[in-house]
Protein backbone atom coordinates (compact mmCIF):
# COMPACT_ATOMS: atom_id res chain seq x y z
CA UNK A 1 0.00 0.00 0.00
CA UNK A 2 1.52 3.42 -0.73
CA UNK A 3 0.70 6.78 1.09
CA UNK A 4 1.09 10.22 0.45
CA UNK A 5 3.30 11.84 2.94
CA UNK A 6 3.45 15.34 3.56
CA UNK A 7 6.16 17.72 5.71
CA UNK A 8 3.87 20.66 6.79
CA UNK A 9 5.13 23.54 9.64
CA UNK A 10 3.31 25.66 10.87
CA UNK A 11 2.91 29.07 9.22
CA UNK A 12 3.35 31.67 12.24
CA UNK A 13 6.46 29.04 13.43
CA UNK A 14 8.59 27.57 10.15
CA UNK A 15 10.65 25.68 12.26
CA UNK A 16 8.07 24.01 13.41
CA UNK A 17 7.49 20.90 11.31
CA UNK A 18 5.76 17.23 11.35
CA UNK A 19 5.49 14.13 8.58
CA UNK A 20 2.01 13.59 7.74
CA UNK A 21 1.14 10.46 5.99
CA UNK A 22 -2.27 10.34 3.80
CA UNK A 23 -3.02 6.73 3.15
CA UNK A 24 -5.42 6.43 0.31
CA UNK A 25 -8.41 4.11 2.07
CA UNK A 26 -9.37 0.84 0.08
CA UNK A 27 -6.83 1.98 -2.79
CA UNK A 28 -4.41 0.07 -3.77
CA UNK A 29 -2.41 2.40 -5.98
CA UNK A 30 0.93 2.32 -7.71
CA UNK A 31 3.57 5.14 -6.75
CA UNK A 32 2.65 6.57 -10.16
CA UNK A 33 -1.07 7.27 -9.28
CA UNK A 34 -0.22 8.17 -5.75
CA UNK A 35 1.76 11.24 -7.48
CA UNK A 36 -1.08 11.95 -9.71
CA UNK A 37 -3.44 12.30 -7.20
CA UNK A 38 -1.90 14.16 -4.90
CA UNK A 39 -2.74 17.68 -5.44
CA UNK A 40 -6.20 16.83 -4.54
CA UNK A 41 -5.63 15.04 -1.24
CA UNK A 42 -2.93 17.96 -0.38
CA UNK A 43 -5.81 20.86 -1.24
CA UNK A 44 -8.38 19.15 0.83
CA UNK A 45 -5.80 18.51 4.14
CA UNK A 46 -4.43 21.93 3.71
CA UNK A 47 -7.99 23.34 3.56
CA UNK A 48 -8.48 21.13 7.00
CA UNK A 49 -5.60 22.52 9.21
CA UNK A 50 -5.27 26.09 7.74
CA UNK A 51 -2.32 27.23 10.05
CA UNK A 52 -0.38 24.49 8.21
CA UNK A 53 1.78 24.83 5.17
CA UNK A 54 3.10 22.05 2.93
CA UNK A 55 6.43 22.61 2.26
CA UNK A 56 7.17 19.00 0.54
CA UNK A 57 5.48 15.50 -0.63
CA UNK A 58 6.47 12.34 -1.85
CA UNK A 59 4.49 9.10 -1.97
CA UNK A 60 5.92 5.74 -0.13
CA UNK A 61 5.07 2.69 1.32
CA UNK A 62 2.45 2.57 3.96
CA UNK A 63 3.21 2.57 7.07
CA UNK A 64 6.62 4.30 8.45
CA UNK A 65 4.35 7.73 9.25
CA UNK A 66 2.24 8.53 11.99
CA UNK A 67 -1.36 8.71 10.15
CA UNK A 68 -3.28 12.44 11.36
Do not use: F
Amino acid sequence: MIELVLLACLVDKPASCRDVGLVYPGENLTPMQCLMQAPPQMARWAGEHPGWKIMKWSCRRAGRYAKT
